[in-house]
């Protein structure tokens, strides 16, 4: 276990809420005024995200090498960077090529500084002792877009959007570049660093071409594409069940409530179970949920509240994501095995959010098309038990 710099997690709790905020988040809440500005349709600008988070996942399983060789210092401060050049670069962009290509570049962005370089670095200063703070970062980067959404916003409407990615380029400079630059690890001193520096490929694929890596690793994308793709989309689903679209909003507020609540729980679930229960028992909570939201009918109490329980499962699953690879292999090559583990699992997130409203339109409406994902995620279930 690697000596962890003083303030290390702090700031990296101040690092992802910066990150997420503004790499990931500041679209969705800039999509209405750049559409309306541009002439893009709102499924247009929303691709942008999607093609950066598919190069973010391609892209990580290339950081995890260089973080496991180099340690997380210059590697997290040039993505920052990186991140800084995005968010001009879309204030900048005159035309659609630009505008994706900007978010190409936060692509990179987004694999040196969100979720899996930072769940790879606290593995490193914390050994077996790594779930509560592993907890603490995702609860803090789980309120990125509660502060930051109404920030983006203040700034839109009072700037125009373009000057509002120039202010938030600079708040990214002021927050997480300073956390990355004077608070991580310039590199690892350890002796798993030193056996582990220079991982020869053979070594890295013995552990992620072997089957019980490749089926935990496609019952892990399933729950999370399956969880994303129906909870991104309640609003639709709920108005189909009858409600209105106020009352259909306070439903997705409450499954990013339970999302950050579940949270506190992982850590106590942790302790009694072993890693193959947790995951069995996680995944058939998901799928539970996902049934009842595809069969419930009302009220529409009840089904707000399915989708907070069922947000609370996909929120430890987000903190099974971080610690599934450490649980059954261990920490040493940690960042490149955990890369080539997460990447699948992006591409899911990425595409989660486009491909629920998709399969509505191909198989009838929301509720099938939880139908179908509550089906992927039992299939999910069954495969996480042989693993």
């Not at 019952?219 to 069940?241: G, H, K, Q």
């Not at 990425?350 to 509720?367: E, H, T």
């Amino acid at each position: 276990m690697t000596d962890r710099p003083r303030g290390g997690l702090a700031a990296l709790c101040i690092a992802e809420l910066a990150s997420w905020g503004l790499l990931y988040y500041s679209l969705p809440v800039a999509v209405t005024p750049i559409s309306a500005d541009m002439g893009w349709s709102h499924t247009t600008v929303t691709a942008a995200l999607t093609l950066g988070l598919i190069v973010s996942a391609l892209a990580g399983v290339r950081v995890g090498k260089l973080l496991d060789a180099h340690g997380p210092r210059t590697l997290m401060s040039i993505g920052t960077l990186i991140g800084i050049v995005a968010l001009l670069l879309v204030a900048a962009a005159p035309n659609l090529f630009v505008f994706f290509f900007a978010w190409v570049l936060a692509g990179f962005a987004q694999a040196a500084t969100l979720y899996p370089p930072a769940f790879a670095v606290v593995p490193r200063w914390y050994g077996a002792e790594r779930t509560k703070p592993l907890t603490t970062i995702t609860l803090v980067g789980g309120l990125a877009s509660t502060v930051f959404a109404p920030i983006i916003a203040w700034l839109i409407d009072s700037w125009g959007w373009r000057p509002a990615y120039v202010i938030l380029a600079g708040i990214l400079a002021v927050t997480a570049l300073p956390m990355h630059w004077f608070f991580l690890n310039r590199g690892w001193t350890d002796d798993m660093s030193r056996n582990s520096t220079v991982p020869s490929r053979a070594e890295i694929r013995s552990i992620t071409r072997s089957p019980k890596f490749v089926l935990l690793q496609l019952a892990v994308a399933l729950a999370t594409f399956t969880l994303f793709a129906v909870t991104i989309n309640i609003i639709p689903l709920i108005i189909e069940r009858g409600a209105g679209y106020s009352l259909a909003a306070i439903a997705l507020g409450t499954v990013g409530f339970g999302q950050v609540a579940g949270r506190f729980f992982y850590p106590a679930l942790e302790r009694h179970t072993t890693s193959r229960a947790r995951t069995i028992l996680l995944f058939a909570c998901g799928a539970i949920g996902l049934w009842l939201l595809a069969f419930v009918s009302g009220p529409i109490w009840l089904l707000i509240g399915i989708g907070m329980l069922t947000g609370g499962v996909r929120g430890c699953i987000t903190l099974l994501q971080a610690t599934a690879v450490a649980d059954r292999w261990g920490t040493t090559n940690f960042g490149a095995i955990n890369g080539v583990f997460v990447a699948p699992i992006t591409v899911g997130t990425a595409l989660a959010p486009v491909a629920g409203p998709a399969l509505a339109g191909v198989v009838g409406g929301y509720p099938m098309m939880a139908i179908v994902m509550a089906a992927l995620l039992t299939g999910a279930t069954v495969l996480s038990a042989r693993t």
